[in-house]
């Protein structure tokens, strides 16, 4: 189900906050950067992330999309632009984080977005420091579906964006 080009790879500018993220100490030792899920379901399961969050990005935000974009990268699910290897969606255990496309942000930030996170344990996460200023954490709004549309739209139409920069930090 994956269309994943053999020679894909997120390490790149555009990934890098999320590639350093995934990384962290003891998090994705041994993994691969990028794999295709397993098709008996286990990575809803099994990837550190709800299942609710992988149905999310997977079922929900890349079911229109014109090419399937699922990927685990470095453990987490993902949604992954298939010709370019820039991470659209990312799975974050209970809570997921979406690249906005540039037409979202023209005027800033869209209305009613969340940027930081309080986890479960005191600490907080400011995706946008973390991962690059077209971040946002999700909320099931249904903008969202536009949102990762616009954003797979663009990658396609731009020349090279792992080389532009945008997002990484």
Known sequence: MSARPAAMSVRQPANAGIVRYLERP???AGRPDVRAPRGDRRDYWESGAHPDIVERLWDQLGRDLPVACRQVVLGSPALVHPA???VLAM???TQYGLRLPASA???GLPAGVRTENVWSNGSRMDIQQAFGADWIFGAWSSDELMWCAQAFDELTMRPDPAQ???GGS
Request: proline fraction near 0%.
């Open 105 to 107: 942000l023209r005027n």
């Open 91 to 93: 799975a974050l255990g």
């Open 164 to 166: 532009d920069g945008r």
């Open 26 to 28: 003891g998090r994705a």
């Open 84 to 86: 370019t290897g820039v």
